[in-house]
Structures are given as structure tokens and as C-alpha cells.
């Protein structure tokens, strides 16, 4: 007996679930969150522009786990490190998640599941989206090279231009004629 449960036209996602009943009742989640609702994730943005698509489908497993899996999908703008501007970043994220009632229960699951605690039999939704968002973030990002700002191009690729068989003195050079000429 497999449920559908979309999100209203409006796109609403509930806010609150319990991943027993889903799973149980094997729901499917679809709908749209957006951005500017996940606080710690907007930090590491430069826009909290666009919204989140998520699909779940929740099941228990053959070994009685309440498991949901499915994807995530939006586009980010974070700060380009070559010119200090933004860029646009797709987030594509598969999920499989595995709920449990403890730290002791998340240890006890297969590695191909992603541990989620359950409070009280429930789970946030915009929280766990936003972990998983946050963790799929890239730590280091960058424009095309023509994507960046001319200037700072100039400067980032200044380093490059510098010739390479430049050659430094040794500063040691001044000892190993000292001792040359003592001999």
C-alpha cells in the first residue's frame, strides 16, 4: 500500500514527520523547501535565492529499519575564490537514510545508510535537508576562468606569469667559498 504525498500546490512540505508512519505506509515525499529557510546553510551562501527539490520514498527494510532513500536537488550561490564573487553551484544529492532512536542504533546501521535521529519518534524536515545540504557544499569554488571578474583574473593568474627557472642564490654559496679558500 504505497502512498503519494506531494506537496500542495503551494509547495508545502509538512514540517514534522514520523519515519515510522512513512515508512510503514511506504510514502513517497515530494515537494520544494526554500533556501532562505535553512539558517546555518544560508551562512555559507552569497544569495538564499531558489528553493530545494526533494524526493523521498520510505520503506522498511528486510531487516525491519524505517529507511527512506531518494535525492535532492537545487542550485547555490557561494563565494568564487578567484574573484570573490558568486558563482552558481548544483547541488545533487542521493540520499539513504536510516532512522534510528539513538547514537547506539546509528552505529548498528550499514554504512550505506546515512544515520537520522528521531526525537521523539520525529524528525524535522528542514533540519535534516539542511545537514545533508551542508555537508554536499563544496569547500573550495570557482567561475570558469572567463566566468570570473577581468581584474581579479589578472591578479590570480600574476603567479603564473612569473618565469619559472628563475634561479635564487644559495645563501650557503658564501660558506662553500670560505671553506675553499681555507684549503
Do not use: W
Amino acid at each position: 500500500m504505497a502512498i503519494l504525498f506531494l506537496a500542495m500546490l503551494n509547495d508545502s512540505l509538512p514540517k514534522y514527520f514520523d519515519p515510522r508512519k512513512y515508512a510503514t505506509q511506504e510514502v513517497t515525499l515530494e515537494g520544494r523547501l526554500p533556501l532562505r529557510d535553512f539558517s546555518e546553510l544560508r551562512e555559507l551562501l552569497v544569495s538564499d535565492e531558489g528553493d530545494v527539490s526533494i524526493h523521498l520514498n520510505f520503506k522498511v527494510d528486510e531487516d525491519r529499519r524505517y529507511i527512506a532513500k531518494g535525492s535532492m536537488s537545487t542550485t547555490v550561490q557561494v563565494v568564487c575564490q578567484r574573484c570573490m564573487e558568486g558563482v552558481d553551484c548544483n547541488l545533487e544529492v542521493e540520499l539513504a537514510l536510516g532512522f534510528v532512536y539513538d547514537e547506539e542504533h546509528a552505529n548498528n546501521l550499514p554504512k550505506e545508510y546515512d544515520p537520522v535521529v528521531m526525537t521523539e519518534g520525529e524528525v524535522i524536515l528542514a533540519d535534516m535537508v539542511e545537514q545533508e545540504l551542508i555537508l554536499a557544499v563544496p569547500i573550495v569554488a570557482y567561475h570558469e576562468e572567463t566566468g570570473c571578474n577581468p581584474v581579479a583574473l589578472k591578479y590570480a593568474s600574476s603567479a603564473d606569469d612569473a618565469p619559472d627557472d628563475e634561479t635564487k642564490p644559495n645563501p650557503f654559496s658564501i660558506l662553500a667559498d670560505l671553506k675553499a679558500k681555507k684549503s
